[in-house]
């Protein structure tokens, strides 16, 4: 069993609706999260880290964790075309760990 | 902004063929690593370095070695291809302490094809 296990695997949206994906860690350790963004042909790029529980806003994102349950979600508000890519959860044991635990994605669609 | 290039972006092996994936950073991370990307798994490390001279194993690591000979450079090597390795692999590098734990800066992938 993946250590991180995302949901859904893909997601369609209309441009200007909310996009929500989700994640959660099997692995109570891992506490550490970011969210990962991955353009057609492109390298995955860090889009944010939340590390402590609550919300955490940047712009049209928000990623939402709960540590007791060890899910974290993100959510895209007036979701964009520009927004369609493979979006990775990843998870990490410790500040300063090597350890970057990723999970399978999940491939969002914004039409237009 | 952190750099991180690799070479060949595209290659075609024969099996049993040798190939070497070449890793570039100039970011002045000590942690490098390589992934390798298909579909329904996500990215699976394969290999990591703390810096020059080390290397580790990561989750998939057999059929594959890696040589960190400096600071800046991080190969994987496969000595004998086989179809299996068909996918695409990414180079990252990453220092990150606090706030920045757990964040990789990526190169754009090799594209590697076993026949």
């Known amino acids: 069993q993946q250590k991180v296990q995302q949901s859904p695997e893909s997601l369609s949206v209309p441009e200007g609706g909310m996009a929500s994906l989700n994640c959660t860690s099997s692995?109570?350790?891992?506490?550490y999260f970011w969210w990962y963004r991955q353009h057609s042909g492109e390298g995955p790029k860090a889009l944010m880290s939340i590390f402590s529980d609550g919300d955490k806003k940047e712009g049209r994102f928000t990623a939402h964790l709960n540590k007791a349950s060890l899910h974290v979600s993100l959510h895209i508000r007036d979701s964009q075309p520009s927004d369609s890519a493979l979006y990775f959860c990843?998870?990490?044991?410790?500040?300063?760990?090597?350890?970057?635990?990723f999970g399978s994605g999940t491939q969002l669609t914004v039409m237009p | 902004e952190a750099a991180v290039t690799q070479s060949p972006r595209n290659k075609v092996a024969v099996t049993g063929g040798k190939v070497t994936l070449s890793c570039n950073q100039t970011n002045n991370h000590n942690n490098m690593y390589w992934y390798r990307q298909d579909t329904g798994h996500g990215l699976r490390l394969i290999h990591y370095s703390y810096g020059a001279g080390s290397t580790e194993k990561g989750d998939i690591p057999d059929g594959y070695k890696a040589s960190r000979p400096s600071q800046e450079n991080f190969s994987l090597i496969l000595e004998l291809a086989t179809p299996s390795q068909t996918s695409v692999y990414f180079c990252?590098?990453?220092?990150?302490?606090?706030?920045?734990?757990?964040?990789?800066?990526f190169g754009e992938g090799s594209k590697l094809t076993v026949l």
């Open positions: 990252a590098s990453g220092d990150g302490w606090g706030a920045n734990t757990g964040q990789l800066y």
């Open positions: 692995d109570r350790n891992f506490q």
């Open positions: 990843a998870a990490s044991p410790s500040s300063g760990s090597w350890q970057l635990i």
